[in-house]
């Protein structure tokens, strides 16, 4: 005999809203009735460790999803405490059905433009409308002789409550789909939400997919996969005593699929104040920042939550792989209520701190194994600087810059090694193959540059700056008469020789200086002054286009250069030749400073003809 019964005092319907705004996450009704199974289990596991239950040791617990197309049905089952029929109009009817009307009034403005919530934790059973027109429970409980009860909803107010012809012990969900949702009346759909949101979840999960045999369509064939389809004892669980690399390297292969190996990984293991468990990985990269995509997935008891959860994991954590578990996290709130959440501050102080112990005792322990990795975990590091100033300071002795000669330094060995020469000053090269020639002659100083040649770099430069105590960065080709000059003052005419390249080049306003440089193989550089560089770049970004800041190049000219001496004396005796020098001097100190234009690149090539031409002919 079914009895009637009625959901709410209210006649408010939460049915259609619940559908309505959960829409666009509607997978998680499985993970909903899973969990629940799942808990079901692990209460009467309790129950028998305190003698309260009176199960089998050998006892194989469970929870079946079982897809039947033709009957458009999917149901959840496990063998866990079961309930009797009050125990289902509390906890269903009142309790559940209460939670999730709560939790709608509640947040009801917060979940009008859908994405403001996550998890959507609270609606629990009820999220199963989601996708049903009718939901029925066949429950029997563990407690001997209570009868098994059956309750049926269609999604209204109302519902019934009645026996139940179930035998044995647990509970049966059948969802009878709506046609709205048939997408989930397929066995591929299921199991990669299952994948997705139960790959961790406690107890052992089997996919079931009821099919028509076509000989005898009185029965029904069942085909069930041999294997749980999760790993109910996720790496993280363990001690990290006990784990061994093979075991690291090889959740993280399955987890993340991801064929690399990763760089390296740190085990979070806390209790308190707050208890979190997890493992976050160093993948090993292939691009610059760009392209890094971590996935941080973050789970409440092994059971899935959301990836990637900007609220409660550090941005720039992100760029990391792992996973996270922390049942302490309140989810079922809104976003905004997370950001401001003391417990998900102090977590997310918590896992930078980790993180970056764990990279300064890498320094301190093994510097060379740490050198090979700086160049996969750098974006990383300067991402995390810039974005979190603790994280900053806890790294900002172990920040490494790759030297021209390919060494790798911090800021301090950096400026010591290289203080004769130019005091807490930093040159870098932004590009090794074009500022060949900079380098060259750094390098016959005895002088090293940086290279910092990614686009994190600009503003990572930048930040150094503001933050290092007095660090001053200086590009390589900003420095020439500073830091090449010779003692000597040269002894070449230099109005002559401004006024004969301002002449033959029609280049008014360009500078030009006169300067000994050490090195008198070299006719003539290009520098660019780091500052008016630097808004040219700062414009660019912005997109204020390259013509708002007039570009502030100086031609250096080398008065112990030969050819720049020679050039003297012919100015007026050998003009054409003279003017072609003049010319050619500039391409070439332009040219190793950036490439030529179009022109000026057709222009050089005829000329260089020319020349080699005239030198034949001689
Ligand atoms: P929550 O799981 O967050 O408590 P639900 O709405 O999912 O909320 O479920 C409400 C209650 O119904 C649960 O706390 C539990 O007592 C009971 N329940 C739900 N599903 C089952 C089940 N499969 N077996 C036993 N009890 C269940």
Not at 214 to 221: A, I, M, Q, Y
Not at 331 to 356: C, P
Request: charged share 30%.
């Amino acid at each position: 005999m079914m009895e009637k019964g009625n959901l709410s005092i209210n006649s408010e319907n939460i049915f259609p809203i619940i559908k309505k705004w959960l829409y666009s996450d509607t997978d998680i009704f499985l993970r909903e009735l899973v969990s629940n199974g799942c808990d079901a289990i692990n209460k009467l596991k309790k129950l028998k460790s305190m003698g309260e239950a009176n199960v089998s040791d050998n006892e194989e617990y469970r929870v079946t999803v079982r897809l039947n197309e033709e009957e458009k049905t999917i149901q959840v089952i496990d063998n866990g405490l079961g309930m009797t029929a009050d125990e289902i109009k509390e906890y269903i009817t009142q309790i559940a059905f209460s939670g999730a009307s709560d939790f709608i009034a509640k947040y009801q403005d917060k979940i009008e433009n859908g994405s403001d919530i996550i998890g959507h934790f609270g609606l629990g059973f009820y999220s199963a409308f989601m996708v049903a027109e009718k939901v029925e429970i066949d429950s029997k409980s563990y407690i001997p002789d209570a009868p098994a009860a059956k309750w049926i909803c269609d999604g209204g107010v109302e519902y019934e409550i009645g026996d139940s012809d179930k035998v044995d012990r647990g509970t049966v969900i059948t969802l009878h789909i709506d046609d709205d949702s048939k997408e989930f009346l397929n066995g591929w759909k299921l199991k990669e939400i299952l994948a997705k949101y139960c790959y961790f979840m406690p107890v052992e999960i089997y996919f079931e997919e009821e099919k028509k045999d076509n000989e005898n369509k009185e029965d029904n064939t069942s085909e069930a996969e041999e294997k749980p389809v999760n790993d109910t004892a996720p790496l993280w669980l363990k001690k990290p005593s006990e784990c061994t690399d093979e075991e690291y390297k090889a959740f993280y292969h399955k987890v993340f699929s991801d064929f690399n190996d990763p760089l390296f990984w740190i085990h979070l293991n806390m209790d308190y104040p707050f208890r979190l468990k997890g493992i976050l990985y160093f993948p090993k990269l292939k691009h610059e920042l760009e392209s890094i995509e971590g996935q941080v997935k973050l789970y409440n008891n092994q059971v899935f939550i959301a990836d990637n959860l900007k609220e409660v994991i550090p941005e720039f954590l992100l760029l990391l792989k792992g996973t996270i578990d922390c049942p302490d996290l309140p989810l079922n709130v809104s976003r905004s209520f997370l950001q401001n959440d003391g417990y998900v501050t102090k977590m997310s102080k918590y896992i930078t701190k980790k993180v970056a112990d764990k990279l300064n005792s890498l320094f301190k322990k093994d510097r060379a194994e740490y050198e090979k990795f700086w160049e996969d975990i750098s974006p990383f590091i300067k991402y995390g600087a810039m974005r979190e100033h603790e994280f900053y300071e806890k790294v900002k002795d172990i920040l490494l810059f790759k030297t021209t000669d390919g060494k790798y330094e911090t800021l301090s060995e950096y400026t010591d090694n290289n203080k004769e020469k130019a005091e807490n000053k930093v040159f870098y090269v932004s590009d090794i193959q074009q500022q060949a020639q900079y380098i060259k002659m750094f390098k016959d100083q005895g002088m090293e540059a940086v290279v910092l040649d990614t686009k994190l770099d600009i503003p990572y430069v930048s930040f150094l700056e503001a933050y290092s105590g007095g660090t001053q960065f200086a590009r390589i080709d900003s420095a020439v008469s500073d830091m090449l000059k010779s003692d000597e003052e040269t002894s070449v005419d230099k109005d002559a020789l401004e006024k004969l390249f301002k002449s033959v080049l029609g280049k008014d306003d360009l500078k030009i200086s006169v300067e000994g440089l050490k090195d008198e193989g070299v006719s003539a550089v290009i520098e660019l002054s780091e500052q008016s560089r630097r808004m040219q770049e700062m414009s660019a970004i912005y997109g204020m286009g390259n013509s708002t800041f007039p570009s502030d190049e100086t031609l250096v000219l080398n008065g112990n250069s030969s050819i720049v001496k020679l050039l003297l004396d012919i100015k007026d005796s050998r003009k054409e030749e003279a003017d072609m020098i003049c010319r050619h001097i500039y391409d070439l100190a332009v040219m190793s400073h950036k490439p030529l234009s179009m022109e000026a690149m057709t222009e050089f090539i005829a000329r260089s003809n020319k020349i080699m031409e005239l030198l034949a002919e001689k």
